[in-house]
């Protein structure tokens, strides 16, 4: 049973530019932080056997791995950007997308509000500054 419904699973495809774009029912999210990514920065999903918790939790679990990680640093700047991305999406006409494509998946399998809500809390925990 797919946790989301395909209607809220669309995009718009860069090369065909139609609303055709659909982020697979399997796949890797990556999270890149003001340009920065861990090589362990990402995290498997499966829309059809994982539950939203699931999901949730490796995201948070991955995203509180990067603030150790980041806040480590010495010169820490503030946060600035913060990109949840994949790469496993599909036009349903077909179009070749470029290997390298990635679009976000924020509000797409992750809400934005649990995103705000766990960047401010980790960014408390780890003294980091978000300017987002």
């Not at 991955?62 to 599909?90: C, H, R």
Request: hydrophobic share 40%; with cysteine.
């Amino acid at each position: 049973m797919s946790i989301i419904s395909k209607t809220q699973l669309t995009n718009y495809c860069p090369v065909c530019l139609n609303d055709t774009l659909s982020i697979n029912s399997r796949g890797m999210i990556e999270i890149i932080i003001n340009g920065k990514k861990m090589d362990a920065g990402h995290f498997i999903y499966n829309l059809s056997k994982d539950s939203k918790d699931d999901i949730l939790n490796a995201f948070k679990d991955k995203l509180e791995e990067f603030f150790a990680w980041y806040g480590g640093f010495q010169n820490k700047l503030p946060i600035k950007m913060v990109e949840i991305v994949s790469g496993d999406f599909t036009c349903e006409r077909k179009c070749h997308l470029d290997l390298n494509y990635k679009a976000s998946v924020v509000d797409l399998i992750i809400p934005r509000a649990v995103v705000d809500q766990v960047l401010k809390e980790l960014a408390e925990d780890y003294d980091l500054k978000l300017s987002l």
